[in-house]
């Protein structure tokens, strides 16, 4: 029996997207690598919910501390989404898991200018001080949004193996969605431009990613990745 049955049959890193993928592109990835196109997450008004635009305001506002990390959380929400529809996540849990992405990095808002963008390193208390940032917006969206979402934003620095924060969590203790979040974290890091580095091709960032299954990822996750990406610039 297959192990992962969303992997399609090209194998775990084919080149085309699974069968049943959607056709329409996700609506807040401008120049993004994850051109696989899906249908995205509907903008609803339920009643306590606070309106897509209001989320998708505070994940730019996160990202404008940073001008090189421009849309980052946009991007993280939207292959959030195309992951976790690989993985089989219906849709009304795909929706919450693009709107707890699209406000991953809230907490860095808490973080000082001058330790966040500090261009030499940080010392190991300053270091502490920005991992601070997932407990911190955790506890922001405490009441706002629904605990498992709550959880998802708590963990998204988390590590499969073992080493992560803010709790050090192992495995299954993990939440899925939080394993969800750190892959297409690391995969937009690692194909945007940052000051220390730039984009490495979808090749690359593939075989990176592959790297770290089982030690910082979730195998699954990296793996519905792989079917999602394509070769566009290589
Ligand atoms: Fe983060």
Known sequence: MNQFPYVN????????????AGTMTPPHMPGTRVPRAITPPPRRGVEGQSPLSIRIGLARAVDAKDPSTRRHSERVADLSWVIADVLGWSTSRRTLLHDAAL????????????????????????????????????EMLEGVMTS??????????????????????????????????????????????????????????????????????????????GCTVQSVDD
């Open 9 to 20: 049959s090209l194998g775990p890193f084919g080149d085309r997207a699974p069968v049943g």
């Open 103 to 138: 406000v991953h990095d809230l907490g860095k808002i808490a973080i000082p200018d001058e330790i966040l963008f500090k261009p030499d390193e940080l010392t190991p208390h300053e270091y502490e001080t920005v991992k601070g940032h997932s407990r911190i917006g955790a």
């Open 148 to 225: 498992e979402q709550v959880s998802w934003v708590r963990c998204h620095h988390e590590w499969w193996g073992g080493g992560g924060y803010p709790d050090g969590l192992v495995g299954a203790q993990i939440p899925e969605g939080a394993r969800v979040i750190a892959v297409a974290d690391a995969w937009d890091a690692i194909t945007s431009w940052r000051p220390y580095g730039g984009p490495r091709s979808t090749a690359q960032a593939l075989e990176e990613c592959r790297l770290s299954m089982g030690t910082q990822f979730w195998p699954p996750a990296v793996i519905a990745l």
